[in-house]
């Protein structure tokens, strides 16, 4: 199965997954807008590489849960393909000598930041998106430069390898490969500088098993994860959900993020004695609200989705007041950001910003109900954000503090 063929068969396959899987990765970044406020996920950004040439938009409203479906769906889907693709070149990776001159020392250089790259990016998202991280390094900003890094040397190896990708994918037609059963599979002919086989044994699998078996286990995974994403009926097909794949069908049974218990809420903060703090930095102009003051202010109700950076997504219908209303209650309309913080003490969940046009949306409520009941403790009460199109992340949940910046 090894040889130059199947290696350019298996690229020319993972190269339009990954331009989709890094086009929506970057957007997310964009949504992130870590440089907005206290979007604090990334740690310390503004290091250089930033892409925030222009604040996410609200609508259409599934945006987020559409781009970042695609981003797992596409990453996930390349798996099988990638780890077929790295199996048929390793034998280069006992190269003897290790350098030959100094061009095939860059080349192999630039060979290590493409595997290394590739399985950093990989590993790590698929980690996150299954809430494990054995690790102490910050997810975003290690997902986002180890893209660069592999995207950087994936273009430098396109650019040397697309001769022979070419040259071989036309030597041997595809259709013609699938025609073939393991008796009529003939070897690679063995080519300096490629890992045909200069001795090779009679084959185990036809070339058509090998590929077939690769396209199935990438079809699978897309079927896991676009369970996920499509939600409602195909949710049963997503077995790998961190989440869960059923929750009942209550008002308040769809996937919770975190729990108010591993955020630390502590119930008599969400009681009676709670207070929403609606604050104008720059007047100083501030609202001390109880949730009967909002439940008593005009309300609202949108369908709208949660859309996790997971992949998963879920449109619920929420109740609540507009948070353009609660801007103008301190004469904030025109302020550049709102800087919303919750009752969570730790953990970089606690706040996020939202930008003008996105508070100032009139489907962006603070809601206080959703389906017709009280939002439950684990969706956030006694209050919560929710924005049409933004990143699940920047939907606070047990709000308590909204301040308005210029
Ligand atoms: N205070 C607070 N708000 C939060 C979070 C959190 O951990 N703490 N998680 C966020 C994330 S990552 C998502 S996807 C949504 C999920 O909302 P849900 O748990 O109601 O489904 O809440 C967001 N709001
Ligand atoms: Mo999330």
Redesign the pocket.
């Given at each position: 199965m090894r040889g130059p063929w199947m290696a350019s068969l298996l690229s020319s396959a993972l190269l339009p997954l990954i331009v989709i899987c890094s086009l929506t990765g970057f957007l997310s970044h964009v949504a992130y807008y870590p440089e907005l406020g206290s979007n604090s996920i990334t740690g310390d950004s503004g290091v250089g590489f930033d892409l925030y040439f222009f604040d996410w938009p609200t609508t259409p409203a599934w945006l987020y849960a559409f781009t970042q479906g695609l981003h797992v769906i596409s990453g996930v889907t390349a798996i099988p393909i990638l780890l077929a693709k790295l199996w048929v070149v390793i034998p280069k990776l006992f190269e003897w000598p290790p350098a030959r001159s100094i061009a095939h020392a860059i080349e192999r250089l630039s060979l290590l930041l493409l595997v290394g790259g590739s399985l950093f990016v990989f590993f790590t998202g698929i980690m996150n998106i299954q809430l494990y991280a054995p690790w102490s390094f910050p997810f975003v900003p290690a997902h986002y430069y180890g893209a660069f890094v592999f995207l950087g040397a994936l273009a430098f190896h396109i650019v040397t390898k697309l001769p022979t990708v070419q040259r071989k994918l036309n030597e041997r037609s595809l259709r013609q490969v699938l025609r073939e059963n393991r008796e009529q599979t003939e070897p690679e002919p063995p080519e300096h500088e490629t890992t045909a086989p200069v001795d090779p044994v009679d084959p185990s699998i036809s070339r058509r098993g090998f590929i077939g078996a690769i396209a199935a286990s990438s079809v699978a995974m897309t079927i896991i994860a676009g369970g996920q994403v499509l939600g409602g009926p195909f949710r049963r097909f997503a077995i790998l959900a961190p989440h869960g794949r059923d929750y009942g069908d209550g008002p308040n049974d769809?996937?919770?993020?975190?729990?108010a218990e591993?955020?630390g809420?502590k119930t008599p903060t969400t009681g009676p004695s709670w207070r929403l703090t609606v604050v104008n930095e720059q007047t100083g102009e501030q609202a001390k609200l109880s949730r009967d003051d909002l439940l008593a202010m005009t309300q609202y109700t949108e369908d709208l989705p949660?859309?996790?950076?997971?992949g998963?997504s879920?449109t619920q219908t929420w109740t609540g007041v507009r948070l353009r209303d609660l801007a103008e209650m301190v004469g904030a309309q025109e302020d550049r950001y709102v800087q919303v913080e919750?009752?969570?003490e730790f953990?970089?969940?606690?706040?996020?910003a939202l930008a003008q046009s996105q508070f100032s949306d009139d489907r962006s409520l603070l809601a206080l109900k959703v389906n017709g009941a009280d939002?439950s403790l684990?969706?956030?009460f006694p209050a919560?954000?929710i924005v049409p199109a933004l990143?699940?992340?920047?939907?606070?949940?047990?709000?308590n503090r909204m301040t308005f910046r210029v």
């Open positions: 769809f996937q919770v993020n975190k729990t591993l955020a809420i949660i859309a996790c950076v997971e998963w879920t919750s009752l969570q953990g970089a969940f606690r706040q996020a939002i684990d969706h956030g919560r954000i990143p699940g992340v920047h939907n606070t949940k047990w709000v």
